[in-house]
């Protein structure tokens, strides 16, 4: 079945530095890839996605980039602040219009100021 | 516009109980997605409702099902609760599928089983 993995689980970084969050689905015909926010006791909240057409996409200090052959994409947050703290999902969704998104496990990102 | 409505917010059972949870997606938005999400496990997904149908369904047993009435509003029901079924429960809605733009997540709904 359908499968994304996430990687880190942790991650700590100083404020100011940047973070790179990885992922990698199973799916081939995946076509649509959305990052979600999730702050502590919050629901999680949807920051920036890509579709399969697409290498890569930047929103200020967020950016996503697709290998749609190696099949991973990735979360990119430059200039990190204190306010970046929470954990960060990744997903992935089929081509067929099936309405199943399939999160990663989730990366809880600590930005130290 | 309001947003997604989840209820109950928080709930006590016991193991054997039965439970069901209601989520009320975005006025508009035909597509109800349910997760359950555990600490170390992510968002974990369950199933998801278009105009009344489950058009796909996560790896979960038989205890786990749902439903979508008329009106988008859908509820999951857990039946004999073990205790492993404690977790958050979280209802996401979009307009016509998840791939079609932003999910809308509910604050969810705290399930613990004793």
């Known amino acids: 079945g359908e499968n994304v993995e996430q990687h880190p689980s942790t991650l700590s970084v100083q404020e100011g530095d940047s973070a790179v969050i990885k992922c990698t689905y199973s799916?081939?015909?995946?076509?649509?890839f959305p990052w979600y926010k999730q702050e502590l006791g919050k629901r999680p909240q949807l920051i920036i996605d890509?579709?399969?057409?697409?290498g890569e996409k930047k929103d200020q200090r967020i950016a996503v980039t697709l290998n749609k052959t190696a099949k991973h994409f990735s979360l990119h947050i430059t200039e990190t602040q204190p306010e970046d703290s929470a954990v960060y999902f990744c997903a992935a969704h089929g081509s067929s219009n099936t309405g199943k998104l399939i999160f990663g496990q989730g990366t809880t990102l600590q930005v130290k100021p | 516009k309001a947003g997604v409505t989840q209820t109950p917010r928080y709930l006590i059972k016991t193991r054997g109980q039965q439970v069901t949870l209601s989520c009320s997606p975005i006025s508009g938005h035909r597509s109800v997605s349910w997760y359950q999400q555990t600490p170390g496990q992510g968002l974990q997904f369950l199933f998801e409702y278009f105009s009344e149908t489950q058009r796909n369904k996560g790896n979960f047993p038989g205890r786990f099902s749902g439903r979508q009435f008329s009106n988008s509003r859908s509820e999951m029901n857990v039946s004999t609760l073990e205790l492993g079924d404690s977790a958050l429960y979280l209802c996401?809605?979009?307009?016509?599928?998840?791939?079609?733009?932003?999910?809308?997540f509910g604050e969810g709904s705290r399930l613990t089983v004793l």
């Open positions: 996401a809605s979009s307009l016509q599928a998840p791939n079609t733009g932003e999910l809308f």
């Open positions: 890509i579709r399969s057409n697409v």
């Open positions: 799916d081939s015909a995946s076509n649509y």
